[in-house]
């Protein structure tokens, strides 16, 4: 009976003084941010979400895209890397509920006849027989372990959105060398008619040669505007093949059995919509990762300052004990239940150390933050602002592409009819390849920057911005872990995900 007594005791004082939690209450940095971006985004034409690649309406991309989660090592150690982060909440978790070990043991012993103090009744030999277990639980009355559990937490979910950071990012990653190799294609296709067409004029300017109607230096200028046409198109072969072998290296496959049919068609333009500031914070898991790491340094500090008072445990030892093998007859039973503490009294400054490390942790996590913020911002400015000026390039390259073209027709014409020299065709050819050549490459970098783009949305968009909860400062309610108002409360540490 006093047994049970003495444990609801023990558990009625634990009750009564866990409850404190020595953590600061946590809110994200507040970051004054602008409501617009300074480059307008050009009209949507649906909705992209989650898949944003399929904007580009490329069937060969979304067979490529859907292979990175299921084969790309990359994405495996990171999925690795948040299971382990969620394994860390458990071990956390288990320090908040009682230890309890088990300790059998079975022995045959035999004393000295001449041990001090026996006495002439003790036997010789003995059985030292016994079935203990001991139980020990802390009393968290500093809040250490729930801010240890708290920092797992927060750190899993920081991991979480780091896994879909770097989905985001390998998805990005094998959109950009498949476009690129699409270019290297249509470079390819345009460089290989190009071939064809300076064949066809090296023999001619050779039968104008046997007619003594062209000079010798005609047909040099047109093996070499030939031969710098098959230098070109070897250059490219050997760009699309380095690329080939990145796509294949991003969707886990060796890049000796990896192949992918060329292709002169590029992939289409995307259209984004119209995005507000508040709708890319939302979605950027990077910014989410470093907010989350705010927390964790948050609650580490709590953990720190609780190492400096009295730790609580209430102890229960029980069993049975026989010097023979009656380890069953309650006759034989023993145990002890009580509180016990350990206090700190001298450790050479280590407990302030390790608050100090706690405290700069937090600065250095909540610096990392701005940064992450700032460079998000970063990114989606770099992007529009390349989207508009290619834009106007490639348009302007269009036309340029289209003249000199238009001009090579009509040296030629007037190079057969002996109105024009052959070094006003080899100029003619050099520069409608060129701006030919140029207008490609551009396209190609356009459709690169939408990658930029969406990527730096936080993978893509949608026709829908996800609703904006009600702030005085435009943007600030971006700031914590789901657009909350930091304002709104004080103590962000249970913020829902």
């Not at 962000?492 to 995900?497: C, D, Y």
Request: charged share 20%.
């Amino acid at each position: 009976m006093r047994f049970w007594i003495a444990c609801g005791l023990c558990v009625a004082l634990a009750g009564s003084l866990a409850g404190c939690d020595l953590a600061p209450n946590y809110a994200p940095p507040a970051i004054d941010v602008p409501a617009r971006f300074k480059t307008a985004l050009p009209p949507a034409d649906g909705q992209v979400g989650d898949g944003w690649w399929r904007s580009f309406h490329s069937v060969e991309l979304d067979r490529l895209e859907a292979r990175i989660e299921a084969d790309n090592p990359g994405f495996a150690a990171a999925l690795a890397r948040y299971q382990r982060a969620k394994a860390f909440i458990d071990l956390a978790a288990s320090a908040f509920y009682p230890g309890l070990v088990g300790q059998p043991a079975l022995s045959d012993n035999k004393q000295s006849a001449t041990r001090p103090l026996r006495s002439k009744g003790q036997p010789t030999y003995y059985g030292a027989n016994q079935l203990f277990a001991q139980a020990t639980w802390e009393v968290d009355l500093w809040g250490r372990i729930r801010d240890n559990i708290a920092a797992a937490e927060a750190g899993a979910q920081s991991n979480d959105d780091l896994l879909e950071a770097t989905r985001q990012s390998l998805h990005a990653s094998l959109a950009r060398a498949y476009i690129a190799l699409r270019g290297a294609d249509a470079q390819a296709a345009l460089l290989a008619r190009t071939i064809v067409i300076y064949k066809s004029a090296l023999d001619l300017t050779e039968q104008r040669l046997k007619g003594n109607v062209a000079p010798p230096i005609d047909v040099e200028r047109a093996k070499v505007q030939l031969a710098n046409a098959q230098a070109a198109a070897a250059d490219i072969a050997q760009s699309r093949a380095v690329l080939e072998d990145a796509l294949a290296a991003l969707v886990g496959e060796p890049a000796s059995s990896f192949k992918i049919a060329p292709a002169a068609t590029q992939p289409s333009m995307p259209r984004p919509p119209r995005a507000a500031p508040s709708d890319l914070l939302l979605r950027r898991p990077d910014v989410a990762a470093a907010e989350r790491l705010i927390l964790v340094a948050n609650e580490r500090i709590g953990a720190a300052k609780a190492d400096f008072f009295p730790r609580f445990y209430l102890l229960l030892n029980g069993g049975t004990q026989s010097t023979t093998l009656q380890l069953l007859n309650l006759q034989n039973s023993l145990w002890s239940v009580g509180p016990a503490a350990t206090v700190p009294i001298f450790d050479g400054g280590q407990r302030q150390a390790n608050l100090d490390v706690a405290r700069a942790d937090f600065s250095a996590a909540a610096a990392d933050y701005k940064s992450t913020v700032f460079a998000a911002f970063q990114d989606v400015e770099d992007a529009l602002a390349s989207i508009r000026l290619l834009g106007q390039e490639h348009a302007a390259l269009a036309v340029s592409a289209l003249a000199a073209q238009r001009a090579l027709d009509m040296s030629m014409a007037l190079y057969k009819d002996g109105a024009a020299s052959s070094l006003d065709v080899v100029t003619s050819q050099s520069a409608a390849l060129d701006a030919q050549r140029a207008e490609l490459a551009v396209q190609t970098r356009l459709l690169e920057q939408y990658v930029a783009l969406m990527l730096a949305l936080g993978g893509g968009w949608s026709g829908q911005a996800p609703p904006t909860p009600p702030t005085t400062t435009p943007g600030i309610a971006l700031l914590g872990p789901q657009g909350q108002d930091p304002s709104s409360n004080g103590d962000m540490k249970n913020a829902p995900r």
